[in-house]
């Protein structure tokens, strides 16, 4: 089948590169071939290319007309894998839980269970009249998140 012969070359190609991860795989009814990769450094032109190379010259468009798109995910995509979050360590994020609550802060921690955000929030002083700034923090399991992205300041 076209999709198995596609899917056991693009692993092929994400074994010889083992910094490369798929995000997205599809075959439109068209035959049209949509690979969305991400990179443990990010995504180059030149990794598309090969992933696009390794398998555009192992089909044989007499047998099978296609077109083939390989693409890196954008940044304002959704982190969807654990992998993406260890790479942006670091930087900004906001959150969309399960429950509808939206969380914005450094991701300081992503381990293959959950991440940790921490920010800095103005409270009601707990004695008098006035706020004071406090650091606050939250672990949040990857099953609980509805969505995340990277926010890019500027």
Known sequence: MFKDTVKD????ALDERKDLFLIDFEILSDNTIRIIIDGDNGVL???????????EHNLDREEQDFSLEVASCGAASPLQLPRQYTKHVGRHLEVKTVEGETLEGQLVEANEESVMLKWKAREPKPVGKGKVTVTKEATIA?????????????
């Open 45 to 55: 032109v030149e990794d598309c290319i090969f992933v696009s190379r390794a398998i």
């Open 142 to 154: 990857y099953s609980d998140i509805k969505e995340a992205k990277v926010k890019i300041k500027f």
């Open 9 to 12: 070359l693009l692993d092929s």
